[in-house]
């Protein structure tokens, strides 16, 4: 046959479904370097290529996968999933780890919170005992006892700086009730009573209380306390404790 | 077309199962690469 007339048969034979005698005359000719028949197949391969990009796109289905894998012989079982027990197991594993951490995390926070307002109380129990000190030690300082002469009363001491304040260091404080707290006044001579301050008694009874500032000793006849409400007052509402007098210093 | 391309038949195969004689089918697969060839003939060449 001409390559006139095989010419028609280039994309049957391109595509293998070229039959007899056709494609035995184009392998003929290929064999034997026919020039236009070699061109003319070389043509139709590239048309047949073509062809292909002309199907839709298609999504391959998961038995395929499987014949693809296992050709290459890949082990199918490596990309199942794991039983859904061994998940189930390990969240369960996981959320008491987390748990777990969580109480843990959250009572360290409670720790440090706790041992932080300790940190808070011995610093303001320190800064007291430094202002107690300055007035103890001051050189102006005028130390008056009170309580005495009572069977058991509040005994103790005021010290009064000038320059400094007040200490208060008693004992023998009864308790007071769960709404109510200890002041301490100045009391002028002459004029009401000043608020100098709110504080507790200690377990055993003691009490140790500053007001820091200065202090008229000239003009300030004693020092008193009394219980009042948990929020103070602006006058004594109750009768004395402790008075303190000061006037043999003046 | 796609009984050749994306089945993989041969002429033959495709004639038994369209039911037509072996001559149509080449005919009509003739003409449907003539046609493929001239619309995409210039895709091809350049």
């Given at each position: 046959m001409t390559c006139e007339e095989l010419r028609q048969y280039y994309e049957l034979y391109a595509l293998d479904i070229a039959e007899e005698p056709e494609r035995g005359e184009i392998r003929a000719h290929l064999n034997r370097g026919c020039e236009a028949c070699m061109a003319g197949v070389k043509r139709a391969l590239e048309t047949a290529t073509l062809i292909g990009a002309t199907a839709p796109p298609a999504r391959p289905s998961s038995e395929l996968r499987r014949r693809i894998l296992a050709s290459v012989g890949s082990d199918q079982r490596s990309f199942r999933w794991l039983p859904v027990w061994v998940s189930a197991v390990a969240m369960a594993a996981l959320l008491v780890v987390a748990v777990y951490f969580a109480v843990r995390s959250r009572g360290y926070s409670q720790q440090a919170a706790s041992r932080q307002e300790a940190i808070h109380i011995q610093t303001a129990q320190l800064l007291q005992l430094t202002e107690a000190f300055d007035i103890m030690s001051g050189p102006r300082t005028t130390e008056v006892s009170f309580?005495?002469?009572?069977?058991r009363p509040p005994q103790g001491k005021v010290f009064v700086n000038p320059n400094r304040g007040v200490l208060l260091i008693a004992s023998n404080l009864p308790r007071t009730p769960a709404d109510k707290i200890y002041e301490m006044w100045l009391i002028p001579k002459g004029a009401k009573p000043v608020p100098a301050g709110l504080f507790q008694s200690r377990d055993d009874g003691s009490a140790l209380h500053v007001r820091p500032g200065t202090v008229d000793l000239a003009s300030t006849a004693a020092v008193a306390v009394t219980v009042e409400n948990q929020?103070?007052?602006?006058?004594?509402?109750t009768t004395p404790l402790i008075v303190a007098s000061l006037a043999a210093t003046n | 077309m796609e009984l050749a391309?994306?089945?993989?038949?041969s002429q033959s195969e495709m004639a038994i199962k369209m039911g037509q004689p072996l001559g149509t089918i080449k005919t009509w697969v003739r003409t449907a690469l003539q046609s493929l060839r001239d619309e995409l003939g210039v895709a091809v060449s350049s």
């Open positions: 309580g005495g002469s009572k069977p929020a103070g007052a602006d006058q004594p509402t | 391309y994306f089945e993989g038949l």
